[in-house]
């Protein structure tokens, strides 16, 4: 049924939830299967008097969500290699990573979005938002997400 699944990962406990039940679904319909994560770019703080952050802090801004990235992704392989899939990965780097999760899905011509969600209610589910909830809102793609 799905055979081009995309599983996304923030590096979080509630989604590596999601990792492992995208790579069972994964293997039981015998899908390709590639973990995508997307980080924030650098936005300049553009400080009165025209004073700009420093090409050293903007740097070490990017290496230190780049090392994040890369973490986070090795978390993945891992926990795809304990489940027997072969993987391939993906950083997106993209100031709303609900639109960067659904154009990648669009890219790779995935048939399916594994996502984990915290599943907050309420006031307080309304107040955090949810890129999962984005996801599923604005997808034409189906999204399974994971609890």
Do not use: C
Request: proline share 4%; glycine share 8%.
């Amino acid at each position: 049924m799905y055979k081009n699944i995309l599983v996304t990962t923030d590096g979080s406990e509630f989604a590596e939830r999601g990792l492992i039940h995208g790579f069972d679904v994964a293997k039981a319909m015998g899908s390709k299967v590639t973990v995508v994560t997307v980080t924030a770019p650098y936005s300049v703080s553009g400080l009165p008097g025209g004073w700009t952050d420093s090409p050293a802090l903007i740097e070490r801004f990017e290496q230190e969500w780049k090392e994040y990235a890369d973490n986070t992704l090795a978390r993945a392989l891992v926990l795809a290699n304990e489940a027997g899939l072969e993987i391939h990965t993906r950083h997106v780097v993209a100031p709303h990573p609900a639109a960067a999760i659904i154009e990648t899905a669009r890219e790779l011509q995935n048939d399916l979005i594994v996502m984990a969600s915290h599943g907050r209610r309420g006031l307080k589910g309304m107040l955090l938002g949810s890129q999962t909830y984005e996801v599923v809102t604005r997808s034409s793609i189906p999204v399974l997400v994971v609890r």
